[in-house]
């Protein structure tokens, strides 16, 4: 079946410029999360949706991120105001939630110039 | 996770032999444990998790152990092979559902 998917796949934006990322997750997966991959870096943890449940924003790195999930489904993460250290590969993982496997999507990689 | 910047960990290895790549976790209230394979230009492709109330899980090739006592994860490749070339990462789920990450580990394996 379809896995999670990204788009878009690349992005390059001026600094100061707003950018949305998409994500579709896997159907039927009750929880979807956010997370930021820098070159060569490990992954970090942004925002974390569960069914109808309040999100976990604890790892948004500033006000500028925003993120939200339509119809239990679709997510956007917004970033207003782009900075150069925005720069990364943006992550979106699907699960079932709980101690569940996630599965990610391909990412989007953003560049701000 | 700890960053390590652009230079991660390498474990080299000849074509056909076991590999073996360590992780080490803080959280001592981490109950689920996972590790990613992740190629160049892809997202993290799960390989095979492991729950906190085992010590051990197998799946094809791949091993994971668990040690509790020491906050240590590992993950065994049997006969590794040229496709097995990628970033490992474990990651830990410790209280909240999001996944804490390990910096990773370059396996490259030499044909």
């Known amino acids: 079946g379809a896995g999670v998917s990204q788009s878009p796949s690349n992005k390059v934006t001026e600094k100061g410029k707003d950018v949305e990322l998409r994500c579709d997750p896997i159907s039927g997966h009750t929880a979807l999360y956010w997370y930021r991959q820098s070159l060569g870096q490990g992954l970090e943890f942004l925002i974390y949706f569960q069914g109808n449940s309040a999100p976990d924003k604890s790892g948004l790195p500033s006000d500028r991120f925003s993120a939200e999930r339509t119809g239990g489904s679709v997510s956007t993460l917004t970033i207003q105001r782009t900075q150069q250290e925005d720069s990364a590969v943006y992550l979106c993982?699907?699960?079932?939630?709980?101690?569940?496997?996630?599965?990610f999507g391909p990412g989007t990689r953003l560049t701000v110039l | 996770g700890e960053s390590v910047g652009l230079h991660l960990p390498t474990l080299s290895v000849q074509e056909g032999d076991n590999s073996i790549i360590n992780c080490a976790y803080s959280n001592s209230a981490s109950d689920y444990f996972i590790w990613y394979k992740q190629e160049s230009g892809k997202g993290p492709q799960f390989i095979i998790d492991i729950r906190s109330n085992m010590d051990k899980r197998q799946g094809q090739r791949v091993t994971v152990l668990l040690n509790k006592t020491v906050k240590h994860l590992s993950l065994q490749i049997a006969a590794t092979q040229p496709g097995d070339s990628a970033v490992y990462f474990c990651a830990e789920s410790g209280g909240r559902r999001a996944l804490t990450f390990g910096s990773g580990t370059r396996l490259q394996v030499q044909p």
């Open positions: 993982a699907s699960g079932g939630g709980g101690l569940d496997t996630q599965y």
